[in-house]
Nanobody, 125 residues
Framework: QVQLVEIGGGLVQAGDSLRLSCAAS????????MGWFRQAPGNEREFVAH????????QYADSVKGRFTISRDNAKNTVYLQMNNLKPEDTAVYYC??????????????????WGQGTQVTVSS
């Protein structure tokens, strides 16, 4: 199992940048692929980004492609989400999640058995 804790959320203005971190406990972090999801009030939790266990492959939702970057440091048991050029529509609670095998279903929240508690990101216009 792995426990996940997100940090780095906050209130920013449109156009600003923010970096989220997700710290994982446990010795097997490098075995897990990691994802970031977000959920705005009244909306379903949606996929944002995914990174393979080695960090060699990444995928993004179209809405954040070119603005967000997912990365990981397996030596530090941490995955990051660098968010640039933030927009008001990026406002949501952001969650990191871990999965051991999703195949092509990396975008589906059902593929992830382990979740953090979430961190709020608010972007003002």
């Amino acid at each position: 199992q792995v426990q996940l804790v997100e940090i780095g959320g906050g209130l920013v203005q449109a156009g600003d940048s923010l970096r989220l971190s997700c710290a994982a406990s446990g010795r097997s972090f490098s075995r897990y692929a990691m994802g970031w999801f977000r959920q705005a009030p009244g909306n379903e939790r949606e996929f944002v980004a995914h990174i393979s266990s080695s960090g060699g492959n990444t995928q993004y939702a179209d809405s954040v492609k070119g603005r967000f970057t997912i990365s990981r440091d397996n030596a530090k048991n941490t995955v990051y989400l660098q968010m640039n050029n933030l927009k008001p529509e990026d406002t949501a609670v952001y969650y990191c999640a871990a999965e051991s095998y999703s195949g092509s279903y990396y975008y589906a929240k059902e593929s992830y058995p382990y979740w953090g508690q979430g961190t709020q990101v608010t972007v003002s216009s």
